[in-house]
Nanobody, 124 residues
Framework: QVQLVESGGGLVQAGGSLRLSCELK????????MGWFRQAPGKEREFVAA????????NYADSVKGRFTISRPDAKDTVYLQMNSLTPEDTAVYYC?????????????????WGKGALVTVSS
């Protein structure tokens, strides 16, 4: 069974940076596309970023392009989300996701595995 373990959330001032990490346990990391989604208070969960199994392809929501970077270094079963120039609108619970199908990942529906979420709070 796949387990996704997130870390790195917290409180940061507007303009600051945070890095989220998500370790995949229980299966072969290289066979999964990985992604991040977020859910702000009172809103639906939305796509943030995704990276393909080999890491060659990435996809970002328009709202985070140029500020967030998703990566999956070789030899680590971990995906990262580097978040820069944070604004209060980025405040949300961030969820790591894993699926063997790229299109399922970027659509965000019927994704196979989800982490428990990491809270990111950006103060103004």
């Amino acid at each position: 069974q796949v387990q996704l373990v997130e870390s790195g959330g917290g409180l940061v001032q507007a303009g600051g940076s945070l890095r989220l990490s998500c370790e995949l346990k229980g299966r072969t990391f290289a066979t999964y596309a990985m992604g991040w989604f977020r859910q702000a208070p009172g809103k639906e969960r939305e796509f943030v970023a995704a990276i393909s199994r080999g890491g060659a392809t990435t996809n970002y929501a328009d709202s985070v392009k140029g500020r967030f970077t998703i990566s999956r270094p070789d030899a680590k079963d971990t995906v990262y989300l580097q978040m820069n120039s944070l604004t209060p609108e980025d405040t949300a619970v961030y969820y790591c996701a894993a699926d063997q199908n790229w299109f399922t990942m970027i659509r965000g529906t019927r994704v196979s595995y989800w982490g428990k979420g990491a809270l990111v709070t950006v103060s103004s």
